[in-house]
């Protein structure tokens, strides 16, 4: 258990895949050293952002076990283990604490919607038969149910629940939030169009729960960074504006889509699609290398300039 704030950019990592279609564990290793070394706070394994609904559990299950072999002690490493039950979501949350997990994340269960009621009970189940922390993610866009403010707040008593990410669109319910001060990390989506991440920060917010950050980490960064002071405060504003166009392109088709495909383009480890999913068309995967080389990203990271062939 730990009481710590995760602060800052707490990505949400992709899952890279070989040409074979088996998951890329080497490139996993690339992408956590691209974050430590570009100032990530926190990665998130097997999130939306890691195609986790089209994974076998044998896959989450090794991607457990084989990523934690990768952990230096420099970012926590959380993992996604919603399950379409209460029982399956804690043989998952067990599984990943036996591997030695800082935490991990979970959503309700999607498809059967249950009640506000019902997943306040289900949080609650699984933090009181988890060995390490865990994280609340309340998105209503993908899973239906959606949790008030009163809701996120009576679940923040729980002493094993330590981060909220919220996915909404509404500020006031991130103002109550934050007004109450709860003891815990609230962060939000990186969405451009819920546009949450500059009213979070400006109401003292810890920082953004993120997947653009798979391609801008040192920006997501910076603009997740909590406010200390003045500079805080421009330098988010200033970069979340330069950035704007890159994260109208990363959700411009549903995560990680655009994100994954433009990795790929720009020479980082991703690979393809667990279908019915499939990458981007070639014109528009060319706006978002367009919007890369005017953002100065190729210079920056060192990324290539051609479109990758899958």
Not at 46 to 72: D, N, Y
Not at 196 to 206: C, F, N, Y
Not at 233 to 259: D, G
Request: proline share 6%; net charge negative; with cysteine.
């Amino acid at each position: 258990m730990t009481s710590k704030k995760i602060q800052g950019s707490f990505v949400a990592l992709i899952t890279p895949f070989n040409r074979d279609d088996s998951v890329d564990f080497e490139g996993f290793r690339t992408l956590l050293q691209f974050q430590e070394e570009n100032g990530t706070s926190a990665v998130l394994f097997m999130g939306s952002t890691g195609e986790t609904s089209l994974l076998t559990p044998e896959e989450r299950r090794a991607i457990v076990t084989e990523t934690m072999k990768f952990h230096t002690g420099a970012m926590p490493f959380f993992y996604g283990c919603s399950g379409n039950s209460t029982e399956a979501a804690i043989e998952n949350v067990r599984h990943a604490a036996g591997e030695g997990a800082d935490g991990a994340i979970l959503a309700v269960p999607s498809y059967i919607c249950p009640s506000e009621e019902d997943s306040i009970r289900y949080f609650l189940d699984i933090a009181d038969a988890s060995a390490i922390p865990i994280g609340i993610y309340n998105n209503p866009p993908r899973v239906k149910t959606d949790l008030s403010a009163k809701a996120v707040l009576k679940l923040a008593e729980h002493p094993n629940i330590v981060v909220n990410k919220e996915s909404t669109s509404r500020v006031a319910q991130i103002s109550q939030l934050c007004a109450a001060r709860p003891d815990f990390s609230l962060m939000c989506c990186d969405s451009p169009n819920l546009g949450l991440v500059i009213p979070l920060m400006a109401l003292s917010g810890d920082g953004t729960a993120n997947m653009s950050g798979n391609v801008i980490p040192r920006e997501m960064a910076v603009i997740s960074k909590p406010w200390e002071n003045y500079e805080d405060a421009v330098n988010c504003r200033e970069t979340w504006l330069r950035m704007l166009p890159m994260l109208h392109f990363t959700y411009s088709a549903i995560n990680p889509v655009a994100v994954k495909s433009l990795m790929g383009a720009l020479g980082l480890p991703a690979g393809g699609f667990r279908r019915p999913l499939t990458g981007l068309d070639e014109e528009s995967l060319q706006v978002g290398l367009d919007i890369a080389r005017d953002l100065g990203l190729m210079e920056l990271y060192g990324f290539s300039a051609a479109i990758a062939a899958e």
